[in-house]
Structure formats: structure tokens, C-alpha cells
């Protein structure tokens, strides 16, 4: 680990910081508060960047922050001011939130000291490394996806100091919801300390999403109130009831934004660095958010690591979910899948093995990537998410793209003879409309976002089944049930690692919401009282019948060749009649019915899928010995080669060995 930070030994506690353009580095130590500035003590340069000071007599619990001086001129991409006090970037814990304040933004000479408006860094023992255990998940398996803070606000079974915290996912009522659903890994979004956007607090709104973060390895105390200690503990109960953790990180921006924005750690002890920059000074934007990571430069790069390995090692978690992920792959602003921090990843001792998924576009040049990232990263799939949607919300010519996806993406990840698919699939996520949402609403409602609706996407795939948002027509709530089991089903149905947001599985709504990142209140927070138990309960079979079938969880492309050892076809793609689908049929605009028939010697898997809205007969190719049954049982399901499929449905037939009659042997006296 790096030697940046605050390290403590038996005689006292040693500061370092890295600056290559800083002409003073101050470390000013607080009182026990974090209130007083009890001491100010300037580090002495080391070499090629480093500064540091031994200061006796302090142990771990001391508060501190750095302080850097320097040529101040901003449009060169200087921001020196020792006015501004300097969150540690290696700080493993921070005293409480950060709260934004323009005070922050102030120009140098213009503002007050900030130490009153920051958290201050806390100088932390940290505990013995967790044994080295593989990751529990494994690809083709369920990730599901986390708002630690929103998932269980309202939980009635979760002890109300403990709503919101990362600790709450250990609650037993957490786990066993958690296994029920078959969930292989939960992904937690951001959980490191963040701030809000400077334009949040006048519209009384607070990032809820955690996207803007400011330092990383050092947990939000919103979110962890015990700290590094909650998170290694929830990893610990998750593992022995065989759920894995991942990581939603940050590293392509921070909260100190544009030029506008605040000065809190990075920027302040050497932007130039830290941040890209163009070659007048400004900043990059490939982000969105006002600037961009360099995490191209040697001291970047291993910064990032060292808060990775922290997590592994410290916390035992199974691995990673990268926001943003190009630009950990940029090198001088341009994507480069051989990039050296991407590299330097994949080969590390300790994060070689780990879960690595990437989301893989930014807004820079050339910044979409689906199905660049080297591997083992798995990438979440927005085809598999658009194309669901288009095919299911009725549009013309689906057919076709709806295969590949639920064959595994080929089209995106079979490059250099890769043979298994990289995708996450998923419908819905934390950005976008909820599942729940894309059938109810046919346009963004984000008004209470305060920027009239004009954030979020305005193309959402969606649509409202007749009438837009809540209803009282039980027709209409009906359809959207219908539909909804309809997406799940084709989730659970597809080749590759599927992923789940929490809630989706029992109709969480945010009212047609699309951006709701600035919502900490009932708009985000799971309704578990209110929660659709039918639809969780399909879920539930959805989930079961997935982990029963390996046909459904292995992650091979489908090919409609035999695999390996056997003489059957991994897939057969068939019309309703049974018949296989000819290239007319793939070509056909008006085709809305499709069978996906997965291979085996000794049964076969039927996906039935009726994107009509008119029920249709379906038949099923026979097979002496054999016999069609419904592979999850609802009501109104039928055994037997022919049965009449509703429209707007996706059902599951296995094939089981017949039961031979029982001969009766004569004679014998029996």
C-alpha cells in the first residue's frame, strides 16, 4: 500500500502528500471536535512530488487536513490558496459529511479560512487484511442493484437508527429477501464520501445517488456510521449466506466540478495533475460533471489502485462496477483498451481475480465502448436494455435483435475468438425509468427535479398502456402487471450476467422520474409495505428456475451448434407452429412470436415468447419419451406440445422423461 496519507506508528503519526507544482505543504492538525485548529506543521519535500512530516505524540483518532501553497491562476489550472483547507485524497475516514458551501468556491484573497465548512480527515488504524478468499460471484450469475441509502429507509422490519446504512443489508429480513431472489452479488452504488451539486441546496435537494464523490477511499458517514468496520462486517454476513459485494466507484470525476465549482482535496494540492486538462488550461469535460480524472498519470493510476486494494483487502469485497469506465482507459483523452491503469488492474495480485464490470461510455470523443473493454471485465449491455424494450413495446422488426440479445450479445462481445459473453443484461438500473415506470409512463416526469424537465433522457423506450401514470382502470393495471413479468421473464431468460435494481422485482415506482439522483425522500425509497407481493413472487420462480436450469446461467454464446459432447444444438429458433424460423421469417417486420428452444439430450427448455397482443397457439416439437411441462407453475398453465399462449407473454416448458407404465411380471405368487 502507498505511504501517502496518514500513517501511524508507535511514536507518532508520519503525513504525506503529493504535489508536483505545490511550493508549500502544510498539515494542520484539529481537535478532538475537528473544531479547533490546534497545530499547523509544513512538510518537507521528499522527491519527485512527495512531502512529508513526522509529527510525535499523535495516535490514531487525530483529525487533520492538508493545506498547499502556489501560483494562484485558475485559467492555467492553478488553484493554490491555503485559505482552503485540503481533504486528505488518502484519507481512510472523515468525521462527517461534506456539506456544500459557496465559501468553498471562493477566488483566493475573496473567502475565509474553510476548515469550519470541511470534514477532517481522521487518522485510522486500520484492521488486519481479511484472508484471501476468491469471489463468490461468478459471471452468468444475479447482480442486484443497491441505493444502500433509499433500500431501506422504509423497511419496517429494520431497527429505525439503523435505516439507511450499509449495515442495515446485514439485517436477517435483508438476507433472506436477498436469497430468495437467488442474488449472486449485490451492487452498492457509491458509498464513499460525496457532496451535493452546488446548484442542489437552493432547490432543498440532496444527491442521493452518492455520484460525486470527493475522496475515495474514505466511506460516507451517512451511509457507514461505523465506518470501514460496518462495511467489513456486512461483506462478512453477506459471504456466509453465499452473496458476493461489488462496488459501484467513481474515479472519472469529483465533486469540486468546473471552474465554478469548490476547492476540497485534489484540486487544491495540484489540479494539473489530478485533472485532464487542455493545453489552455482549462478543463476536460468527458464526464458531464465539469472535469475528468487523469487517471492516464502514474500518481493517479496508483492512487486508484491503492483504494481498490483497500477495499479487497480491508473489506474482502468481491470486486467492482467502474462509472464512466472509459476514462479509466484514456490515455492523453483518447480510449485505449491496453491502457496502463486498465493493465495494471487485470494484473495485480490482488485485484486480478476480482469482479470487474465497466460501464462503458462517457460522453468524451469516441466515448462509447460497449464491447472494448479487455477481458475478464464484464460491461453493462444498453443494446440488450434498448432492444427489450423496443421489442416488447411493440416496434416492428424486433425479432431478429431480440434473439441475439437473448443469445449473449455476440454481435458486440465475440471479438479475438471470445467464446462466452461479457454482457451485464439488464432493463432497467438506477439511471432511467423503473421497470415499473417504463409501462406506466410514456414520458419523463422529473418536475420535482426543479430544472422543468428538461433533465433525463427525453427517448425512453417506454409507454403507458393507454393511459399515462397511476390508474384506477384494472385493465390497464393489469396489462402492466402482465408486461412487467413480461421484461423480467426475457431478463432471466438471456445469455450472460443479468442485473437486477432493487425493487424492480416488486413494482417500485418514482413516478416517471428518470433522474431522480437529487431525490432523498419517498421517490426513491423502496415502499416494502406497498410492494407488488405477486410480481416479487414471480420474480422469486423466475430466479429459481434460472439457477435450475444451467442452460439459462451459462454464459457461451449461443451458436446453434452442438457444445462440446453432445450432438444437439445449444438453440433452435422456432415459429409457433414448432417449425424453425427461415431467414423470411427473421426478415418479417410484422413477426412478434418466437420460440427459443435450448438444447440438451436429456431435456430441452422452451422459451415462449408472444409479443402479440393476440393469444396464439404454440407447438412444441415432440420427442418419444418425452413430455412438455409448464417450468414454473402458474395458474392456467398445461402440459402438452400445443397450448394457447396470451399475448404481451413470455413462458418457460421443460421437456422430462415421460413415466413408463409399470409391467407387472406374472406369476410368482405376488
Known amino acids: 500500500m502507498s505511504q501517502l496519507g496518514a500513517i501511524i506508528t508507535k511514536e507518532g503519526v508520519r503525513f504525506a502528500a503529493w504535489s508536483s507544482s505545490a511550493r508549500r505543504i502544510w498539515v494542520s492538525i484539529f481537535d478532538d471536535e475537528g473544531t479547533r485548529e490546534i497545530d499547523r506543521l509544513e512538510l ?50 472523515v468525521d462527517r459529511p461534506y456539506v456544500y458551501d459557496g ?81 449472486g452479488a449485490v451492487e452498492l452504488m457509491p458509498v464513499t464520501a460525496s457532496i451535493d451539486e452546488r446548484h442542489l441546496p437552493a432547490l432543498g435537494l440532496r444527491n442521493a445517488w452518492g455520484y460525486n464523490p470527493v475522496t475515495f477511499m474514505a466511506l460516507d458517514p451517512r451511509l457507514a456510521p461505523d465506518g470501514l468496520a460496518e462495511l467489513r462486517q456486512t461483506v462478512a454476513t453477506l459471504r456466509e449466506a453465499g452473496i458476493g459485494v461489488i462496488l459501484d466507484l467513481v474515479f472519472n470525476h469529483t465533486g469540486e466540478s468546473d471552474r465554478l465549482g469548490p476547492t476540497l482535496s485534489l484540486r487544491g494540492l495540484d489540479s494539473r495533475t489530478y485533472y485532464r486538462h487542455w493545453p489552455d488550461g482549462s478543463l476536460a469535460n468527458d464526464t458531464g460533471t465539469g472535469n475528468t480524472v487523469a487517471c492516464d498519470h502514474p500518481v493517479v493510476r496508483e492512487m486508484v489502485l491503492d483504494t481498490l486494494r483497500h477495499f479487497v483487502c480491508r473489506a474482502g469485497v468481491d470486486g467492482f462496477r467502474f462509472d464512466l469506465a472509459p476514462i479509466l482507459g484514456r490515455v492523453d483523452g483518447v480510449f485505449d483498451a491496453a491502457a496502463p491503469l486498465l493493465m495494471a488492474i487485470r494484473s495485480d495480485p490482488a485485484l486480478g481475480d476480482r469482479v470487474l464490470i465497466a460501464e462503458p461510455w462517457d460522453i468524451g470523443p469516441d466515448g462509447y465502448q460497449l464491447g472494448n473493454f479487455p477481458p475478464p471485465f464484464l460491461e453493462w449491455n444498453d443494446r440488450f436494455r434498448d432492444d427489450i424494450r423496443r421489442f416488447w413495446r411493440g416496434d416492428s422488426g424486433m425479432v431478429g435483435a431480440l434473439a441475439t440479445r437473448l443469445a449473449g450479445s455476440s454481435d458486440v462481445f465475440a ?109 426513491t425509497w423502496l415502499d416494502w409495505a406497498g410492494r407488488d407481493q405477486a410480481l416479487e413472487q414471480y420474480a422469486v420462480l423466475l430466479a429459481a428456475m434460472r439457477r435450475s436450469v444451467p442452460a439459462l446461467s451459462d454464459t457461451r454464446f449461443l451458436t446453434g451448434e452442438p457444445p462440446p459432447g453432445s450432438e444437439k444444438p445449444d438453440v433452435v429458433w422456432l415459429t409457433e407452429t414448432g417449425m424453425p424460423l427461415d431467414e423470411a421469417g427473421w426478415q418479417d417486420p410484422g413477426r412478434y412470436r418466437l420460440v427459443m428452444m435450448l438444447g440438451g439430450d436429456d431435456c430441452r427448455l422452451a422459451v415462449v415468447i408472444n409479443g402479440d397482443r393476440r393469444t396464439c397457439m ?47 411380471e406374472n406369476g410368482g405368487g405376488k
Request: net charge negative; charged share 25%.
Open 415 to 523: 471479438k479475438a475468438g471470445q467464446q462466452t459473453s461479457r454482457s451485464v443484461n439488464f432493463i432497467a438500473a438506477h439511471d432511467g425509468m423503473t421497470l415499473a415506470d417504463i409501462v406506466a409512463y410514456e414520458h419523463k416526469h422529473n418536475e420535482a427535479n426543479g430544472e422543468q424537465n428538461r433533465d433525463g433522457h427525453d427517448d425512453n423506450l417506454s409507454w403507458n398502456n393507454g393511459v399515462e401514470g397511476e390508474t384506477g382502470d384494472r385493465a390497464i393495471v393489469t396489462d402492466r402487471f402482465d408486461d412487467q413479468c413480461a421484461l423480467l421473464a426475457t431478463l432471466f431468460a438471456s445469455r450472460g450476467t443479468i442485473l437486477l435494481t432493487a425493487g424492480d422485482e416488486f413494482g417500485r415506482t418514482q413516478k416517471g422520474n428518470n433522474n431522480a439522483y437529487a431525490q432523498d425522500n419517498e421517490i
Open 44 to 93: 518537507q519535500p521528499e522527491g519527485e512530488g512527495f512531502h512529508a512530516v513526522f509529527v510525535a505524540g499523535l495516535a490514531a483518532g487525530t483529525r487533520y487536513g492538508f493545506r498547499a501553497d502556489g501560483e494562484y491562476a485558475p485559467e492555467k489550472g492553478l488553484w493554490f490558496d491555503p485559505d482552503k483547507l485540503l481533504v486528505d485524497p488518502y484519507a481512510v475516514e
Open 103 to 183: 465559501r468553498l468556491a471562493a477566488r483566493r484573497g475573496e473567502g475565509t479560512d474553510t476548515a469550519p465548512l470541511l470534514p477532517k480527515a481522521i487518522a485510522a488504524t486500520l484492521p488486519q487484511p481479511v484472508p484471501a478468499l476468491p469471489p463468490l460471484f461468478q459471471p452468468g450469475g444475479l447482480i442486484y442493484e443497491v441505493p444502500v441509502r433509499a433500500f431501506t429507509m422504509l423497511h419496517p422490519d429494520i431497527p429505525k437508527p439503523q435505516r439507511g446504512t450499509i449495515a442495515a443489508l446485514a439485517h436477517p429480513a435483508i438476507v433472506e429477501h436477498l436469497k430468495k431472489l437467488g442474488v
Open 618 to 664: 404454440f407447438t412444441l416439437p415432440e420427442r418419444d419419451g418425452f413430455r412438455w411441462e409448464p417450468a414454473i407453475e402458474t395458474p392456467g398453465g398445461a402440459a402438452g406440445i400445443s397450448r394457447p399462449v396470451p399475448g404481451r407473454t413470455l413462458i418457460f416448458m421443460i421437456e422430462h422423461k415421460a413415466a413408463q407404465p409399470q409391467i407387472k
